[in-house]
């Protein structure tokens, strides 16, 4: 299946387009409550018009209920179209809410990992076998492995959106797999994502090639399209190579124009006055005398060979009184084994540039964060402020590392601070609870710890303070966050984004290349989260222009002459 870079009714898309005066008629699906905005009106005529595409608004601007209302119209002119949602697992209940919210006579089920007795994938094929409803939500998982099921219980006529769409950014992925099986099957199929890169063109890509098939013809003539290359040295089982790599990009505005008939993104100034400004600050902390020390230690490759021998050796330890380990515990052994001997070789950081990362970020949070003693700036800062300054404000807590939210969570108990947290461990009924103990206004839960798990397709528009311990590693994640608190129905006139930053560790690299990252999104979809990262006009960008990948960009910048 191709499609043509251009739809045959593109003049009257434009028109629909540029209109602030669109209307939808009464519809029997939809409840007459149910009021959309007049770019929400144009979103879902989008939608009604285009048999694909992708809707890409800002996050808050309610790209669920403009989908909604489009599949309740579509159902009135064909009563057999079915539909498909396949969000991630933190929006599942909130989609159902949704549906309870703004329609009447559509039958919802969400698919369960348990069902009638059963569990995982027995629970699943019953629900394949036997649920018939309106519609069908499910989670990334089930669309990797049991996407033949997904489209048999759907067949013959079915619609299929894709929430959070840049979750098959990556062709090489069992999602992306999965995703091109559903949406060849599919009438219609759309994505929904306001950030359809993350950090390389090549991401869009890969969405634009599951929603739109053939809109860029195959990667090898997109790339040689739309990117530049060098060949670089790169490191492969510890032995240098020379590789073409992507350094930056070129004819920007003709992918721009390509995209363009099937993808809307209206970005929040544009059409929504209502929402609130964001502020950006940065609170800096100079590390510990004993943080400083054992950042050292995590630079030089100390931290990385011991934390590497220790689980080696502990794991040998536990298997002790295994009488007969199974084959995945041997599995697990022999990947043990390997990182130990490669503690032992020359190189170590090079071949392990993610943990090397790693371990310096969580150093620079706080050196118990990798079992070293020592205070930490971050956490004594992080005390001070909700003791002082934070108390009574309605706060998302972000970190990478839900490790080490337990040591943070002790610090609000003892202020006597209630708190509650997503991090992606908790099952539905818990993730729902946490989530609207944290939106009761009138509910003394003023604080909720999010990972990058818990950082898309979550409603939190109570809260009025975003505090980034750490900050996500991708523009795209952190716009993802930030739109959590940046949504319609947010009472409050600003947004204050707070970056915790350790002086003269990862945390200013990330900054820098966070920035750097920004500034292809905006050449793409223009400034979709302005005052995110303003700081002031000396701030360095790092890497704009030069298209590196995001570990290789860190790790050079982090470890430059640290490394012999």
């Not at 929504?272 to 600050?281: A, H, Q, T, V, Y």
């Not at 990330?510 to 990262?533: N, P, R």
């Not at 360095?540 to 590196?548: D, H, N, P």
């Amino acid at each position: 299946m191709s499609f043509s870079k251009k739809p045959s009714n593109l003049e009257i898309i434009k028109k629909v387009r540029l209109s602030k005066t669109a209307s939808l008629k009464a519809c029997q699906y939809l409840k007459e409550t149910t009021k959309l905005r007049y770019y929400q009106v144009v979103g879902s005529l989008n939608i009604l018009l285009l048999s694909r595409m992708v809707l890409g608004d800002a996050a808050g601007l309610g790209k669920t209920v403009q989908s909604i209302a489009a599949y309740c119209f579509l159902l009135q002119k064909d009563p057999t179209l079915k539909l498909l949602i396949v969000t991630q697992k933190s929006a599942i209940e909130q989609w159902r809410e949704e549906f309870e919210k703004f329609t009447v006579g559509i039958t919802v089920h969400v698919l369960k990992n348990t069902y009638n007795g059963m569990t995982g994938f027995d629970a699943r094929l019953k629900q394949y076998k036997t649920v018939r409803a309106n519609v069908l939500i499910s989670g990334y998982y089930p669309l990797k492995s049991d996407y033949k099921y997904l489209i048999a219980n759907r067949f013959p006529t079915f619609m299929v959106i894709f929430d959070e769409c840049q979750e098959f950014k990556n062709r090489k992925t069992k999602a992306y797999v999965g995703a091109a099986k559903v949406s060849s099957y599919a009438k219609r199929t759309y994505g929904l994502s306001a950030t359809i890169i993350k950090n390389k063109l090549e991401e869009a890509y890969c969405i634009f090639n599951i929603i739109v098939p053939g809109l860029f013809g195959g990667i090898t003539a997109f790339n040689k399209r739309y990117t530049k290359t060098r060949l670089m040295d790169v490191y492969i089982k510890g032995a240098k190579r020379k590789l073409p790599k992507i350094i930056g990009y070129k004819n920007l505005t003709e992918f721009r124009e390509t995209i363009d008939p099937y993808y809307l993104s209206r970005k929040t100034r544009e059409v929504e006055s209502e929402l609130p400004r964001l502020i950006s600050k940065k609170i800096c902390v100079d590390m510990t005398e004993e943080q400083r020390k054992v950042y050292a230690l995590a630079l030089n490759g100390t931290i990385f060979k011991k934390r590497a021998r220790q689980r080696y050796f502990e794991y040998i330890d536990s298997l002790k009184s295994v009488p007969e380990p199974s084959d995945k515990q041997l599995l697990k052994l022999e990947e043990l084994k390997v990182k130990y001997e490669e503690t032992l070789l020359d190189g170590i950081l090079q071949n392990n540039k993610l943990a090397a990362l790693s371990y310096c970020q969580l150093v620079s949070n706080g050196p118990e964060w990798v079992e070293e003693p020592g205070d930490s700036a971050k956490e004594l800062e992080f005390k001070r402020l909700f003791e002082q300054e934070l108390s009574t404000e309605k706060v998302i807590v972000f970190t990478r590392f839900k490790s080490g939210i337990p040591r943070l969570e002790k610090i609000l108990d003892e202020l006597e601070l209630k708190h509650v947290k997503v991090t992606g461990d908790e099952d539905v009924p818990e993730r729902t609870n946490a989530r609207l103990g944290f939106q009761d206004p009138a509910g003394d839960i003023n604080i909720i710890f999010i990972t990058l798990a818990g950082s898309a397709a979550i409603n939190l528009q109570t809260a009025n303070v975003l505090f980034f311990y750490d900050s996500p590693w991708s523009f795209g994640d952190l716009y993802q966050t930030i739109g959590r608190a940046q949504r319609i129905g947010s009472l409050h006139k600003f947004i204050y984004i707070l970056h915790l930053i350790c002086n003269k560790t990862i945390d200013e690299h990330v900054l820098k290349l966070l920035a750097g990252k920004k500034g292809l999104s905006d050449e793409i979809v223009g400034d979709i989260a302005e005052g995110s990262l303003t700081f002031s006009n000396s701030d360095e960008v790092l890497f704009k222009g030069e298209e590196e990948g995001t570990v290789d960009a860190l790790f050079s910048a982090v470890f430059k002459g640290e490394l012999v």
